[in-house]
């Protein structure tokens, strides 16, 4: 599933005008580090000349110590 899943992700960013790696972190109630990975393509619509953007959630991860 979980390879079926990224397959789907790469093919539509290799089928995308343009794509944007997104990463943002925000400390939760704990003062944990609570990060994500999101992954914005902009994909032409057929037929038109203009595009659409499709957000998809990557990953979330606990950053468990700084650097």
């Given at each position: 599933m979980k390879l079926k899943m990224n397959s789907s992700i790469c093919d539509k960013i290799n089928k995308s005008i343009?794509?944007?790696i997104i990463c943002d972190s925000t400390p939760d109630i704990s003062q944990q580090e609570?990060?994500?990975l999101i992954i914005r393509c902009v994909r032409?619509?057929?037929?038109?000349r203009q595009g659409s953007i499709q957000e998809r959630f990557i990953i979330s991860f606990l950053l468990l110590?700084?650097?």
């Open positions: 343009h794509y944007f609570q990060n994500v032409k619509n057929e037929g038109s110590s700084k650097i």
